[in-house]
Protein backbone atom coordinates (compact mmCIF):
# COMPACT_ATOMS: atom_id res chain seq x y z
CA UNK A 1 0.00 0.00 0.00
CA UNK A 2 2.18 3.16 -1.56
CA UNK A 3 -0.48 5.68 -0.63
CA UNK A 4 -2.53 8.21 -2.73
CA UNK A 5 -0.21 9.74 -5.01
CA UNK A 6 -0.72 13.19 -6.87
CA UNK A 7 1.62 15.11 -9.30
CA UNK A 8 2.35 17.04 -9.64
CA UNK A 9 3.18 19.13 -6.02
CA UNK A 10 2.65 22.61 -7.06
CA UNK A 11 1.87 24.29 -10.40
CA UNK A 12 2.42 27.78 -11.03
CA UNK A 13 0.98 29.01 -14.33
CA UNK A 14 -0.56 32.49 -16.24
CA UNK A 15 -4.06 33.01 -16.22
CA UNK A 16 -5.20 31.52 -19.69
CA UNK A 17 -3.28 28.71 -19.66
CA UNK A 18 -4.70 25.10 -19.34
CA UNK A 19 -3.44 22.84 -16.55
CA UNK A 20 -3.58 18.75 -15.88
CA UNK A 21 -3.27 16.93 -12.50
CA UNK A 22 -2.82 12.80 -11.68
CA UNK A 23 -4.01 10.74 -9.46
CA UNK A 24 -2.66 7.72 -8.75
CA UNK A 25 -4.79 5.70 -6.12
CA UNK A 26 -3.92 3.09 -3.83
CA UNK A 27 -4.68 0.01 -6.07
CA UNK A 28 -7.92 -2.09 -5.86
CA UNK A 29 -9.26 0.83 -4.79
CA UNK A 30 -12.35 1.32 -7.29
CA UNK A 31 -13.69 4.52 -6.17
CA UNK A 32 -11.53 8.01 -6.74
CA UNK A 33 -12.75 11.03 -5.82
CA UNK A 34 -11.29 14.53 -6.74
CA UNK A 35 -11.80 17.86 -3.71
CA UNK A 36 -10.51 21.72 -4.29
CA UNK A 37 -9.67 23.72 -1.34
CA UNK A 38 -9.38 26.97 -0.96
CA UNK A 39 -7.51 28.74 2.12
CA UNK A 40 -9.38 28.70 5.11
CA UNK A 41 -11.53 26.45 3.69
CA UNK A 42 -12.79 22.30 4.05
CA UNK A 43 -12.17 20.71 1.13
CA UNK A 44 -15.23 20.53 -1.62
CA UNK A 45 -15.83 17.87 -3.53
CA UNK A 46 -15.60 18.43 -7.41
CA UNK A 47 -16.41 14.89 -8.89
CA UNK A 48 -16.35 10.92 -8.57
CA UNK A 49 -15.44 7.97 -10.04
CA UNK A 50 -16.56 4.18 -9.65
CA UNK A 51 -13.95 2.50 -11.89
CA UNK A 52 -13.64 4.19 -15.17
CA UNK A 53 -17.73 5.72 -14.73
CA UNK A 54 -18.13 9.70 -14.05
CA UNK A 55 -20.54 8.78 -11.49
CA UNK A 56 -21.09 12.47 -9.86
CA UNK A 57 -20.05 16.05 -10.49
CA UNK A 58 -20.64 18.74 -8.18
CA UNK A 59 -22.15 22.37 -9.75
CA UNK A 60 -18.60 23.60 -8.70
CA UNK A 61 -17.38 21.47 -11.19
CA UNK A 62 -17.66 24.30 -14.44
CA UNK A 63 -17.70 23.50 -18.54
CA UNK A 64 -13.49 24.52 -18.37
CA UNK A 65 -13.07 21.20 -15.53
CA UNK A 66 -12.76 17.76 -16.89
CA UNK A 67 -11.68 14.82 -15.45
CA UNK A 68 -11.17 11.46 -16.56
CA UNK A 69 -9.93 7.74 -15.52
CA UNK A 70 -9.74 5.90 -18.78
CA UNK A 71 -8.87 2.62 -17.57
CA UNK A 72 -10.02 2.79 -13.95
CA UNK A 73 -6.56 3.02 -12.40
CA UNK A 74 -5.01 6.64 -12.69
CA UNK A 75 -7.21 9.70 -12.79
CA UNK A 76 -6.49 13.13 -14.24
CA UNK A 77 -8.19 16.56 -13.95
CA UNK A 78 -7.86 19.48 -16.85
CA UNK A 79 -8.82 22.82 -15.94
CA UNK A 80 -8.98 24.92 -19.51
CA UNK A 81 -8.25 28.58 -19.57
CA UNK A 82 -7.35 28.60 -16.46
CA UNK A 83 -8.97 31.30 -14.03
CA UNK A 84 -7.46 33.21 -10.92
CA UNK A 85 -10.33 31.56 -9.08
CA UNK A 86 -8.89 28.38 -10.11
CA UNK A 87 -5.77 28.74 -7.41
CA UNK A 88 -6.65 26.21 -4.80
CA UNK A 89 -5.28 23.07 -3.18
CA UNK A 90 -6.68 19.55 -5.39
CA UNK A 91 -6.81 16.80 -3.51
CA UNK A 92 -7.48 13.34 -4.71
CA UNK A 93 -8.64 10.48 -2.63
CA UNK A 94 -9.92 6.47 -3.10
CA UNK A 95 -11.38 4.26 -1.25
CA UNK A 96 -12.76 0.37 -2.20
CA UNK A 97 -15.39 -0.09 -3.84
CA UNK A 98 -18.21 -0.96 -1.64
CA UNK A 99 -19.88 1.49 0.72
CA UNK A 100 -19.13 2.78 4.40
CA UNK A 101 -15.26 2.59 3.39
CA UNK A 102 -12.40 5.04 4.82
CA UNK A 103 -11.57 7.63 2.56
CA UNK A 104 -7.39 7.69 1.90
CA UNK A 105 -6.24 11.33 0.60
CA UNK A 106 -2.89 12.42 -1.52
CA UNK A 107 -1.12 15.19 -0.63
CA UNK A 108 -2.32 17.50 -3.17
CA UNK A 109 -1.49 19.56 -6.04
CA UNK A 110 -1.01 23.21 -4.85
CA UNK A 111 -2.55 25.87 -8.08
CA UNK A 112 -1.15 29.21 -8.51
CA UNK A 113 -2.56 31.15 -11.08
CA UNK A 114 -0.09 34.08 -11.90
CA UNK B 1 -27.72 17.95 1.09
CA UNK B 2 -26.24 17.01 4.33
CA UNK B 3 -24.28 20.22 6.61
CA UNK B 4 -21.32 20.03 8.97
CA UNK B 5 -20.46 22.17 11.79
CA UNK B 6 -17.45 22.12 13.88
CA UNK B 7 -16.86 23.81 16.91
CA UNK B 8 -14.64 25.83 18.13
CA UNK B 9 -13.72 27.38 15.29
CA UNK B 10 -10.26 28.10 17.37
CA UNK B 11 -8.62 26.93 20.35
CA UNK B 12 -5.60 27.92 21.57
CA UNK B 13 -3.65 25.33 24.08
CA UNK B 14 -0.65 25.43 26.43
CA UNK B 15 1.27 22.13 25.49
CA UNK B 16 -0.33 19.43 28.04
CA UNK B 17 -3.65 20.80 28.18
CA UNK B 18 -6.53 18.62 26.81
CA UNK B 19 -9.02 19.58 24.51
CA UNK B 20 -12.65 17.94 22.94
CA UNK B 21 -13.26 19.28 19.86
CA UNK B 22 -17.28 18.95 18.11
CA UNK B 23 -18.78 18.10 14.80
CA UNK B 24 -22.71 18.28 14.38
CA UNK B 25 -24.10 16.45 11.01
CA UNK B 26 -27.41 17.23 9.75
CA UNK B 27 -28.87 14.04 8.67
CA UNK B 28 -28.04 10.65 8.63
CA UNK B 29 -24.29 9.07 7.76
CA UNK B 30 -22.95 6.05 7.41
CA UNK B 31 -19.49 7.54 7.22
CA UNK B 32 -17.21 9.56 9.69
CA UNK B 33 -13.79 10.54 9.37
CA UNK B 34 -11.19 12.76 11.41
CA UNK B 35 -8.77 14.32 9.79
CA UNK B 36 -5.68 16.78 10.79
CA UNK B 37 -4.32 18.82 8.47
CA UNK B 38 -0.69 19.93 9.27
CA UNK B 39 1.07 23.28 8.11
CA UNK B 40 2.19 21.69 4.92
CA UNK B 41 -1.45 20.84 4.01
CA UNK B 42 -1.41 16.72 4.14
CA UNK B 43 -4.34 15.32 5.22
CA UNK B 44 -3.68 13.11 7.81
CA UNK B 45 -6.18 10.48 8.71
CA UNK B 46 -6.81 10.70 12.59
CA UNK B 47 -10.23 8.04 12.82
CA UNK B 48 -12.54 6.48 10.67
CA UNK B 49 -15.69 6.68 13.10
CA UNK B 50 -19.19 5.97 11.93
CA UNK B 51 -20.09 5.04 15.31
CA UNK B 52 -18.59 4.17 18.35
CA UNK B 53 -15.89 5.27 20.29
CA UNK B 54 -11.86 4.63 19.28
CA UNK B 55 -8.35 5.33 20.26
CA UNK B 56 -5.43 5.92 18.97
CA UNK B 57 -2.44 7.17 21.26
CA UNK B 58 -3.38 10.02 22.96
CA UNK B 59 -6.27 10.92 20.67
CA UNK B 60 -9.57 9.67 21.15
CA UNK B 61 -13.10 9.84 19.35
CA UNK B 62 -16.55 9.13 20.13
CA UNK B 63 -19.54 8.94 17.69
CA UNK B 64 -23.11 9.04 18.59
CA UNK B 65 -25.07 8.67 15.12
CA UNK B 66 -28.33 8.50 16.89
CA UNK B 67 -27.86 11.81 17.98
CA UNK B 68 -25.77 13.41 14.94
CA UNK B 69 -22.14 14.17 16.76
CA UNK B 70 -18.74 13.40 17.15
CA UNK B 71 -16.11 14.59 19.39
CA UNK B 72 -12.93 14.49 19.05
CA UNK B 73 -10.41 14.16 22.45
CA UNK B 74 -7.12 15.30 22.76
CA UNK B 75 -5.12 14.35 26.07
CA UNK B 76 -1.56 15.74 26.41
CA UNK B 77 -1.47 18.27 23.76
CA UNK B 78 2.03 18.73 22.06
CA UNK B 79 3.09 21.32 19.61
CA UNK B 80 2.99 19.35 16.76
CA UNK B 81 -1.04 18.86 17.39
CA UNK B 82 -1.09 21.89 15.62
CA UNK B 83 -2.93 22.74 12.91
CA UNK B 84 -7.01 21.99 11.44
CA UNK B 85 -9.08 19.23 12.38
CA UNK B 86 -11.50 17.96 9.88
CA UNK B 87 -14.60 16.37 10.05
CA UNK B 88 -15.97 14.78 7.48
CA UNK B 89 -19.57 12.53 6.79
CA UNK B 90 -21.08 11.13 3.83
CA UNK B 91 -23.90 8.99 3.45
CA UNK B 92 -23.78 5.10 1.74
CA UNK B 93 -20.28 6.01 -0.49
CA UNK B 94 -20.97 9.24 -1.68
CA UNK B 95 -18.75 12.02 -1.76
CA UNK B 96 -17.40 13.35 1.76
CA UNK B 97 -19.04 17.07 3.15
CA UNK B 98 -16.35 18.71 5.34
CA UNK B 99 -17.18 20.94 8.27
CA UNK B 100 -15.22 24.42 8.16
CA UNK B 101 -12.31 23.09 10.53
CA UNK B 102 -11.09 23.43 14.15
CA UNK B 103 -8.02 25.29 13.99
CA UNK B 104 -5.58 24.48 16.57
CA UNK B 105 -2.63 26.36 18.05
CA UNK B 106 -0.31 24.42 21.16
CA UNK B 107 2.13 26.94 22.58
CA UNK B 108 5.30 25.68 24.15
Known amino acids: DTGVSQDPRHKITKRGQNVTFRCDPISEHNRLYWYRQTLGQGPEFLTY????????KSRLLSDRFSAERPKGSFSTLEIQRTEQGDSAMYLCASSPGWSNQPQHFGDGTRLSIL | GIQVEQSPPDLILQEGANSTLRCNFS?????LQWFHQNPWGQLINLFYIPSGTKQNGRLSATTVATERYSLLYISSSQTTDSGVYFCAVAYYGQNFVFGPGTRLSVLP
Open chain 1, 49 to 56: FQNEAQLE
Open chain 2, 27 to 31: DSVNN
